[in-house]
């Protein structure tokens, strides 16, 4: 599976972004997807996941004004971002894992897109 991210930009606070992460290879609808972002300095950080039934989970930081889903007919996995603020400034991966449950750990995701930045003005 190889996974490719867009839909990065910059936005004021309150805005909204939409990102995507669209797969190619074959067991695509197999794999739980997360969404993983990375500030300057700090540590990777969890903020979504999908299993391959469609069952979510947030990070409390994103809870109520992000949402994840996906698109199996075009391969793709969403993350909707509204309210965004200044510390939602990040690249933000996507990864697949193979089990399809979603683990919250990073370790369990096989593949990873490359990041996409989102940058929040205050």
């Known amino acids: 599976v190889q996974l490719q991210a867009s839909g990065g930009g910059s936005v004021q606070a309150g805005g909204s972004l939409r990102l995507s992460c669209t797969a190619s290879g074959s067991g695509w609808r197999n794999n739980a997807i997360g969404w993983y972002r990375q500030a300057p300095g700090k540590q990777r950080e969890l903020v979504a996941t999908i299993t391959k039934s469609g069952s979510t989970h947030y990070a409390d930081s994103v809870e109520g004004r992000f949402t994840i889903s996906r698109d199996d007919a075009k391969n793709t996995v969403y993350l909707e971002m509204n309210s965004l603020r200044p510390e939602d400034t990040a690249v933000y991966y996507c990864?697949?894992?193979?089990?399809?449950?979603?683990?919250?750990?990073?370790?369990?995701?096989?593949?990873w897109g490359q990041g996409t930045l989102v940058t929040v003005s205050s």
């Open positions: 990864a697949a894992d193979r089990s399809g449950l979603g683990s919250v750990k990073a370790d369990a995701y096989n593949y």
